[in-house]
T-cell receptor, first 117, second 110 residues
Framework: DVKVTQSSRYLVKRTGEKVFLECVQD?????MFWYRQDPGLGLRLIYF???????EKGDIPEGYSVSREKKERFSLILESASTNQTSMYLC???FGTGSPSANYGYTFGSGTRLTVV | QKEVEQNSGPLSVPEGAIASLNCTYS??????FFWYRQYSGKSPELIMF????GDKEDGRFTAQLNKASQYVSLLIRDSQPSDSATYLC??????????FGPGTRLSVLP
């Protein structure tokens, strides 16, 4: 069974801490994504990567950075956690661009619910 | 700004009825369309994919696409209480990212 695995299901951190969220996929997907999901705001794209060592800013990159040193692993880093970063964080992966008729839907990880106190 | 809009709901239907979920999108360049189901506290899971105009059926689910009207819908026949979830519409253009709608919360009443 294909999987996107996020390292933690629940995480509680203190304001100002550096936080690492890890995501690993075993599907040989080129693309990986980090989203946060908040009630009433839906899914918002933080960062994404189409290849190893490549990263692109999404819609809300402020306060975050990412690292992709290996194809299967995409890490989200909160440089100095703040309470407004309390959220559900979702990692996703997909194959690269192909024909529109190809089902290159995202596979999501189970999510990390981060609380910053 | 590329947008995907959905009625937030909740949409309530009785068990056994047809649930109809709607989604409109603003980017005429959109190429493929996805429906995700998300149970409370869980991550989204892909349930339907459509890329050409018309209907696509998979079990109790039917996706309908009308590119001229920039409209995609999801029909759930014989709705069950286990179908109660939030349904996310996602749209993909020539790029590799999706644009997600805010989701419609569906409640199927026993």
């Amino acid at each position: 069974d294909v999987k996107v695995t996020q390292s933690s299901r629940y995480l509680v951190k203190r304001t100002g801490e550096k936080v690492f969220l890890e995501c690993v996929q075993d599907m040989d997907h080129e693309n990986m994504f980090w989203y946060r999901q908040d009630p009433g705001l839906g899914l918002r794209l933080i960062y994404f990567s189409y290849d190893v060592k490549m990263k692109e800013k999404g819609d809300i990159p402020e306060g975050y950075s990412v690292s992709r040193e290996k194809k299967e692993r995409f890490s989200l880093i909160l440089e100095s956690a703040s309470t407004n970063q309390t959220s559900m964080y979702l990692c996703a992966s997909s194959f690269g661009t192909g024909s529109p008729s190809a089902n290159y839907g995202y596979t999501f990880g189970s999510g990390t619910r981060l609380t910053v106190v | 700004q590329k947008e995907v809009e959905q009625n937030s709901g909740p949409l309530s239907v009785p068990e056994g009825a047809i649930a109809s979920l709607n989604c409109t999108y603003s980017d005429r360049g959109s190429q493929s369309f996805f429906w995700y189901r998300q149970y409370s506290g869980k991550s989204p899971e892909l349930i339907m994919f459509i890329y050409s105009n018309g209907d696509k059926e998979d079990g109790r689910f039917t996706a309908q696409l009308n590119k001229a009207s920039q409209y995609v819908s999801l029909l759930i026949r014989d709705s069950q209480p286990s179908d109660s979830a939030t349904y996310l519409c996602a749209v993909k253009n020539y790029g590799q990212n999706f644009v997600f709608g805010p989701g419609t919360r569906l409640s199927v009443l026993p």
